[in-house]
């Protein structure tokens, strides 16, 4: 037996001396340079009595190291799970306790306040920064320089993904070495990457699309990478020159936009830009035409299932669709009650099968069975139609969820944080267009009969307990919200309402 994932995305790399990684400073690091890093993290992560199946989970900064861990993982049969930088304390308690993990490794400046949550779930804990420093790496300098791969089979975890849930618990994704692997394949095939391809990396290395779509999709193509720890204009601006292509959601995209140095001569060398993880507005695509002269890719995925769809390399890239589904997988579009398929251009909800589907939700069976069909097919709560000539079109979502600047925020669990807050009878949260983020958070409450809502107090206990991308960015009192004769709340009304609150105020 092998192990796949290293077979395909490391093993022809070994003592190569090709550039994987451009650093900011201009410095680089080449293949064989970062697989003997793994290797001796893979040594460290087995000294510290890590073994095949153990969860590590990681909240630190991207850094090349950072990466090396998540090599190391793959090649020790460990599953990797990683961690937004934004999560509090008290969010990182659930995701560590709820995965058992035997490893937390976090950044040294959070060192202390994080020794009691992985006290409490029984981890042991180490550091590692931005700059490549701490314990972890203290470990690392002192192991050897060969490490034999562990043997993995296709179904095999190789990473543990949280992705937050209608009922307000994030549900950990079962991603294994076939998911990760074939969707790697079908995306350097689509999007015909090479050796000679440098992309522009300056997504976070915590969520799919940074980690797999981009990281993995260049270590199979054996392109190298401009490795930026996160998305800041000037340098983005001062790099592409040196880039070849570049994965964004659309976010990176009005940015560029909005800068009038993004130009047609400064993109003129590029190959391919790709959009995803959000919506991409019709309008966006088409200003990015008209200004630099390039049709971006957009494509279309979710953390369960990596890359589904995407639009044609060759051929019309149609704004406002997400193209077609990705070799090896299919989709189809169904009646959200029914689950019957639903003709050509009927709007449904999209299920989805494939290579590239998930395990299932980590200790969540009946989530899972939810969700995930017997025979295969994925429910994944879009509500998209097909058209004629099989492109598909995201039309809304079936389920209550925000996306700002590509992470997902869901109402429900900023709802039942508001709720528990003092003077707080209920609320909404709902999202409304953001000129920077796309969406943003709007939370509407409706104080305790008598009380006046201490909203000083609520921010700060948002600052506490919600990553910052969750915390509402308007807020507003009302003495009733919009109900139905049900009684449920008419988010439809709430969204109408709140529709203009970013376009009058910087967000
Ligand atoms: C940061 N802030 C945000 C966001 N990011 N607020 C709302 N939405 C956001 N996305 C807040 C911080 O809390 C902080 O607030 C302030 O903005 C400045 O923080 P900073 O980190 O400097 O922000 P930034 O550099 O401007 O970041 C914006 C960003 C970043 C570049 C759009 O969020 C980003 O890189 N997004 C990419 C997300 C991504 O990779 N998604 C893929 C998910 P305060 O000052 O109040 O503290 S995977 C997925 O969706 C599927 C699989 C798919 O299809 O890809
Ligand atoms: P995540 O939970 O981060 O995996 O986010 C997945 C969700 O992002 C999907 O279910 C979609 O709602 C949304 N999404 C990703 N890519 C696109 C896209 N190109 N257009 C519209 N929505 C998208």
């Known amino acids: 037996m092998t ?9 022809p790399h070994e003592g190569q001396d090709t550039v994987f990684l451009h650093l900011p400073d201009g410095s680089t690091v080449t293949h064989a340079g970062f697989l003997l890093k793994a290797r001796q993290t893979a040594n460290a992560l087995t000294a510290f009595g890590v073994a095949p199946g153990d969860r590590v989970a990681v909240h630190v900064e991207k850094s090349p190291e950072a990466l090396a861990l998540y090599a190391a993982c793959i090649m020790s049969g460990v599953v990797f799970l990683p961690l937004n930088t934004a ?23 959070e060192a202390e306040a994080m020794a009691p949550i992985a006290g409490a779930a029984g981890a042991r804990l180490l550091t590692l920064g931005g700059d490549g420093s701490g314990s972890l790496t203290d470990a690392v300098a002192g192991q050897g320089d060969d490490f034999a791969p562990v043997a993995r089979g296709e179904d095999d975890l190789a990473a543990l993904l949280y992705t937050s849930g209608t009922t ?6 079962m991603l294994t070495q076939r998911n990760l692997l074939s969707n790697a394949r079908a995306l350097v095939e689509c999007w015909r990457f090479t050796e000679r391809d440098v992309l522009l990396h300056a997504l976070p290395i915590f969520h799919s699309h940074g980690l797999f779509v981009a990281t993995n999709v260049m270590l199979l193509a054996g392109g190298a990478m401009i490795f ?9 601006l001062a790099k592409l020159p040196m880039a070849t292509t570049m994965m964004g959601v ?6 560029l936009l909005d800068d009038p140095r993004f130009d047609r001569d400064l ?3 590029m190959r391919l830009f790709i959009s995803g993880s959000a919506p991409l507005l019709a309008e966006t695509h088409r200003q990015f035409e008209a200004r630099t002269g390039h049709r971006i890719l957009e494509r279309y995925g979710m953390t369960e299932t990596s890359m589904n769809t995407s639009n044609p390399y060759d051929g019309d890239r149609r704004a406002g ?5 990705l070799p090896g997988v299919e989709v189809r579009v169904c009646d959200p009650e029914t689950r019957a398929e639903l003709p050509v251009g009927e709007t449904g909800m999209l299920h989805v099968r494939g290579p590239n589907v998930f395990k299932g939700y980590w200790q969540m069976p009946e989530k899972t069975r939810e969700e995930l069909q017997e025979d295969g097919w994925f429910l994944t709560g879009d509500l998209a139609k097909i058209d004629g000539d099989g492109y598909v079109t995201i039309v809304g979502r079936g389920k209550d969820l925000i996306i700002s600047g590509g992470y997902n925020i869901y109402p429900k669990e900023i709802e039942l944080f508001l709720d528990a807050q003092p003077g707080v009878k209920e609320s909404a949260v709902i999202g409304a267009p953001h000129p920077d983020f796309g969406e943003s958070v709007v939370a509407v409450l409706v104080p305790e009969a008598g ?8 921010e700060a206990a948002a600052r506490a307990d919600l990553a910052g991308f969750k915390r509402p960015r308007h807020v507003a009192v009302v003495d009733a919200l919009p109900r139905n004769t049900m009684g449920k709340v008419q988010k439809a009304e709430l969204r109408k309402t709140y529709e203009g609150v970013f376009r009058q105020k910087a967000g």
């Open 228 to 236: 930026l720890p996160k998305f800041d204009l000037e340098t983005v």
């Open 267 to 269: 993109t003129a060398h």
């Open 250 to 255: 659309p976010t990176f995209y009005t940015r």
């Open 87 to 109: 999560y509090t304390a008290k969010e990182l308690d659930y995701f560590v306790g709820d995965s058992g993990a035997a490893l937390f490794v976090c950044d040294p400046a």
């Open 451 to 458: 009380t006046e809502i201490d909203l000083a107090a609520i």
């Open 168 to 173: 307000g618990r994030s549900k950990g994704a």
């Open 3 to 11: 192990n796949p994932l290293y077979d395909a995305l490391f093993a």
């Open 321 to 325: 669709t997400v193209g077609f589904p």
